[in-house]
């Protein structure tokens, strides 16, 4: 008698649903429960459940994994070998615009005489200046020293001698360049001498300057070009480096031309 007072008012609900939940039993009301919750399972769900991963599947991972870092590896050194090329031509392509060719005499800051064979063998990093500029010398000497700095922190690198030649001889004697360098670096040689000899270094490395107008103190500026120059331990001009490069830049050029270079003296 219940279930005919309770079936009207309870068939419209039940009809939208599948044949398993009309059962009005304990063992129905459990096959109802469970059928709505698998129903709930979506496919992916009831294939992680029954297809695990296996052994195949982290096979493929390291595959490819390894045929990534293979791709990798050789874009790393195709890139290398670019560079290195690109660097070459430079190099050949700055030397055939016959930079630094010859030699010279000159004065370092302790009044001994200089030239071009002392560097033999050595890194060179020259700078063109004088010592009453008031701001682009320094700032320039600051980041060449910089410069060996860095590399004189890296061993195995072989040492770069800092140079400072005056385009000034006329203020710049001995003792100026003595008392000038000092405050830079304790390797920093400071080169002058005369007139002739200022000039005659100064158009080898292609170097212009022009001393201007002298003031009421008889105190003048001098115009000149401003680079870094990279002279090979063969003597030979390989690189220079305008104000803007930086410091990290030119260390790093320097590196290259060093893990690069061959001597042709030998």
Do not use: N
Not at 1 to 10: D, E, G, S, V
Not at 50 to 69: D, E, M, N, V
């Amino acid at each position: 008698m219940l279930l005919l007072i309770w079936a009207p008012k309870a068939w419209h609900r039940l009809s939208p649903l599948k044949p398993p939940a009309l059962l009005w039993t304990p063992g129905g009301e459990a096959r109802h429960v469970r059928y709505r919750l698998l129903s709930r399972q979506g496919p992916g769900e009831r294939g992680r459940q029954t297809q695990p991963q296996g052994p195949g599947f982290r096979t493929r991972l390291l595959i490819t994994g390894l045929f990534g870092a293979g791709l990798g590896g050789a874009w790393l050194a195709a890139r290398a070998e670019k560079e290195r090329r690109r660097q070459q031509q430079r190099t050949e392509a700055l030397r055939q615009a016959a930079v630094g060719q010859g030699d010279f005499s000159l004065l370092d800051h302790r009044g001994q005489a200089r030239c071009k064979a002392d560097f033999r063998g050595q890194w060179v990093l020259m700078y063109f200046g004088f010592t009453h500029c008031p701001d682009i010398c320094p700032d320039e000497l600051e980041k060449l020293v910089q410069v060996v700095q860095e590399l004189e922190a890296e061993p195995g690198l072989p040492p770069v001698q800092p140079v400072f030649i005056t385009v000034d001889p006329e203020r710049d004697t001995v003792a100026a360049m003595a008392r000038y360098v000092q405050d830079f670096h304790p390797r920093l040689l400071g080169l002058t001498g005369s007139a002739e000899q200022v000039a005659q270094v100064s158009r080898s490395y292609r170097v212009y300057y022009s001393a201007g107008p002298k003031d009421e103190d008889q105190d003048y500026v001098v115009d000149h070009s401003v680079a870094i120059y990279l002279l090979s331990p063969d003597g030979l001009f390989t690189d220079y480096y305008g104000r803007a490069r930086s410091a990290q830049q030119i260390a790093d050029s320097v590196r290259r031309h060093m893990a690069a270079f061959r001597s042709v003296l030998h």
